[in-house]
């Protein structure tokens, strides 16, 4: 029997939950109302669901969020909150949150998200099943690239790379297109290092504006500019001791690689507005999706900086050259969802098997799981056809469609899938959340993050 742990300061809740959940009779519940021992159960307790209050005292809803992070540990969490507060669901979804709902409970929406969570432990226990079965003789730690669906010869020599690579503290530079999994790659090395149990603090360097980039990278004192009403711990900070990813390392600006390279080299920084030498223990691992070689040509990277990352290298390879895991994930994709819109879609046809092998897939894995994703959800008979397939996909095949011309950003394409959603319920928020199998609070963050106008 599946059992699930409830963290909230008022009991009233705790019990109302405690009796909803085991009228179903199909589950255990422990309930806690002390957030200060939730550490404790969580290191020592196994648990499949556990559904979270964020306004506590002492030890509040985000805290825990962190320790789970930290800790590694294997649990789905569905937080429940009073407020609806959009910047509060994007750091709860960033710390890796499954569902995110108000209070008051409702009853249909919350078992709905129960039945989900632990379906989706059934589907990991699945995919770890498969992992059993491919060619991973002579790995030490199989059991850390379970994230990784693989039957591929040149995946398979990656991970050894890794395993060699982890041992060492050098700084590694991961090359691969956008969606090949270079942050699996970068936590996979993380979690086989001498700091597994220090932080890994994971940032995309091209998510930030340049002027802000250097603020929150070293972080900055009171006063150092307006605005800065408090002291503010940067990245490199906060993954003292552990290991900083830093992906999309070629749109840092050159006034911002210098003082990486400072970093590299002297092991010390300076937080903004400060003349306090601060040390940086820090196990940097940078990914790129650029050509550094042509960007060193050009004067845009500095090759001092690129030696001092380049220390291990590892090459992953692009869907497009794994043609056999192409069968694979789909496959995979297609038993994730039709769990998820309980459908019973049997196998996919020969037309779409046809489309997905002539395709060469920017967005990689990503966008195969969207494409499925997407085909699956306007499906109506047992077999996924060609009618289903996202229009650009079909455009592509049909009439030649540059690649240039296709959504290459993982963002992008998920915000794509969002807004076909949106369009198919008519901008129903409601209906496009329980599609996309999110709460609609997780929604109204991702349409405030990816700026999707409201209609």
């Known amino acids: 029997m599946s059992k699930i742990l409830a963290i909230d300061d008022n009991q009233a809740v705790l019990n109302f939950l405690k009796i909803l959940i085991l009228q179903k009779n199909k589950y255990e519940i422990e309930i806690l109302q002390d957030s200060t021992q939730a550490y404790n159960l969580l290191k020592n307790y196994s648990y499949d669901v556990l559904i979270l209050d964020m306004d506590m005292p002492n030890v509040t809803g985000l805290d825990i969020l962190k320790f789970i992070v930290k800790n590694n540990i294997n649990v789905r969490t569905i937080v429940l909150t009073g407020v609806e507060d959009i910047d509060l669901a994007i750091s709860a979804m960033k710390l890796g949150t499954y569902d995110y709902m108000l209070k008051p409970i409702d009853e249909k929406q919350l078992f709905k998200a129960i039945d989900t969570a632990i379906e989706q432990n059934e589907i990991q226990k699945r995919k770890d099943h498969i992992i059993q079965k491919l060619s991973l003789d002579g790995l030490k730690h199989k059991e850390i690239f379970k994230d990784i669906i693989t039957n591929d010869e040149k995946m398979i020599k990656v991970f050894q790379f890794v395993e060699m690579f982890a041992q060492t503290d050098n700084s590694i530079l991961i090359w691969g297109e956008s969606g090949t999994g270079k942050e699996l790659i970068a936590r996979a090395i993380h979690q086989i290092s001498s700091r597994k149990d220090k932080k890994f603090v994971a940032v995309n360097a091209g ?19 307006t605005g800065a009403s408090k002291d503010k711990t940067g990245f490199l900070e ?147 056809t060609k009618k289903s397939l996202p229009n650009y996909f079909l455009e592509f095949n049909n009439v030649g469609v540059s690649e240039e011309e296709i959504p290459s950003s993982l963002n992008e394409i998920e915000k794509m899938h969002i807004i076909k959603v949106l369009e198919f319920t008519h901008n129903n928020k409601t209906k496009t959340a329980e599609i996309l199998g999110i709460s609609r609070v997780n929604l109204l963050a991702k349409i405030k993050k990816y700026h999707i106008e409201n209609n």
Do not use: H
């Open 238 to 384: 906060e993954a003292n001791g552990g290991i900083l990813f830093l992906d999309e390392i070629g749109e840092l600006s050159l006034s911002i690689q210098v003082k990486l390279l400072r970093v590299l080299q002297e092991e010390e920084f300076y937080r903004l507005g400060s003349t306090k030498n601060l040390k940086a223990d820090v196990r940097i691992i940078a990914a790129t999706n650029k050509n550094l070689f042509e960007e060193i040509k050009k004067g845009y990277f500095r090759k001092d900086l690129f030696f001092r990352l380049n220390i291990n290298s590892i090459n992953l390879p692009p869907l497009r050259d794994r043609k056999g895991d192409i069968e694979l994930l789909a496959n995979y994709f297609l038993k994730i969802f039709n769990m998820k819109y309980e459908k019973n879609i049997e196998k996919i046809s020969d037309s779409v098997w046809n489309c997905l092998k002539i395709y060469s897939f920017p967005g990689n894995v990503r966008e195969l799981m969207n494409i499925i994703n997407s085909a699956i959800i306007v499906e109506s008979t047992n077999e996924l």
């Open 207 to 225: 998510t930030f504006a340049q002027e802000l980039f250097s603020s929150e990278f070293f972080g900055y004192e009171k006063g150092a500019f």
